[in-house]
């Protein structure tokens, strides 16, 4: 079994799969949401005292597996710094204690294994990562074959949705406010412009969709009731409609067979409809993480672990170093 260790952001998971069948045996996650949603967003050094706090109350948890355990595998990149030290610290205490091997793993990688927890790989796929920190396009051969083929100028998707929920007043995380608010709202009342649209880059860039909102929220605000419903819908049609259009362009010359959505704002109901209709003409495959995994989780990178103990990818105590701007 591998235990995996994920500390990146504002989740603090541990979990534990059996390397033979893939299983999931154990997995818990302690969200860190009403502790940084009065601030607007994660504080870095209070998520790391939350992780600190957290992550041995979960291995205490655990170690009834500790004699089964075959390897330890934490996130080591990205993230932030001081989130991903507490776990890559533990790893590392785990290691030397147990006399195991470590596995470093790539955060991102984490997300497209995401797909396949409990599962066997399906490769290949074009995969968009759309997360707090990253909107990217991937091509996927293999665990060790990823080309990153378009990614954000500026601010991510989720970001932006974060953003625009903290200037409405709706607190954190704004994914799962701003989804719900644009329910009820006309998604064509704001004329927003699509970013990008006469660039011929396939590229993202939120920037100036986030401040053209905020214009719109400012003069909102004016009204004695303010209400932001239609905003938001609007926000989130532009937001994905850039996503879309980006893609369209793309598949001109890169025919998508399977495509998948991962990361945290793959949850969003509302981007899953839209790529859906995108890839009928292309009559390809799309899949997607169970919910309970879009987010940061633990379960994501021991699926990425299986992989690299079979493939015998494994990183030195002296070299397991966190790396917090890296990318794919």
Request: aromatic share 6%; hydrophobic share 40%; net charge positive.
């Given at each position: 079994m591998i235990l995996s260790i994920e500390s990146s952001c504002d989740d603090s998971a541990i979990s534990?799969?059996?390397?033979?069948?893939?299983k999931l045996l154990f997995h818990k996650k302690i969200s860190q949401e009403l502790e940084h949603s009065v601030y607007g967003g994660v504080?870095?050094?209070?998520?790391?005292?939350?992780?600190?706090?957290?992550?041995?109350?979960?291995l205490e948890q655990?170690?009834?597996?500790?004699p089964l355990l075959k390897a330890v595998a934490?996130?080591?990149?990205?993230?932030l710094a001081v989130t991903l030290v507490e776990g890559v610290t533990m790893a590392k205490a785990i290691a030397v204690a147990l006399d195991i091997p470590l596995i470093g793993v790539n955060h991102l990688i984490g997300h497209i294994y995401s797909l396949f927890i409990e599962k066997e790989t399906q490769f290949p796929l074009t995969c968009l990562l759309v997360s707090g920190g990253h909107t990217q396009v991937m091509e996927v051969k293999s665990l060790t074959e990823i080309e990153t083929v378009a990614k954000s100028m500026d601010d991510s998707f989720g970001e932006s949705f974060d953003k625009v929920a903290k200037m409405m007043g709706l607190g954190y995380p704004g994914g799962p406010v701003i989804q719900?608010?644009?329910?009820?709202?006309?998604?064509?009342?704001?004329n927003f412009t699509v970013p990008l649209h006469q660039s011929p880059l396939i590229a993202f860039s939120y920037s100036g969709l986030k401040n053209a909102v905020r214009l719109a929220v400012l003069e909102e605000e004016k009204n004695e009731n303010p209400d932001f419903k239609d905003i938001a819908a609007s926000f989130e049609h532009i937001a994905t409609k850039h996503l879309t259009m980006k893609l369209k362009k793309y598949f001109k010359t890169v025919r998508p067979t399977t495509f998948a959505i991962v990361g945290g704002a793959s949850a969003n109901l509302y981007l899953r409809s839209q790529i859906q209709d995108l890839l009928k003409?292309?009559?390809a495959e799309l899949?997607?993480?169970?919910?309970?995994?879009?987010?940061?989780?633990?379960?994501?990178?021991?699926?990425?672990?299986?992989?690299?103990?079979?493939?015998?990818?494994?990183?030195s105590l002296e070299n397991l170093d966190i790396a917090p701007r890296s990318s794919l």
């Open positions: 534990i799969t059996e390397i033979k069948t893939k504080v870095p050094e209070l998520a790391a005292r939350l992780h600190a706090e957290a992550l041995p109350k979960i655990v170690k009834e597996y500790f934490v996130t080591s990149t990205p993230g719900e608010l644009a329910k009820d709202g006309d998604r064509l009342r704001h003409p292309h009559n899949i997607l993480s169970e919910l309970k995994y879009c987010s940061d989780n633990a379960a994501m990178i021991g699926r990425v672990a299986v992989e690299m103990y079979e493939k015998k990818i494994f990183t």
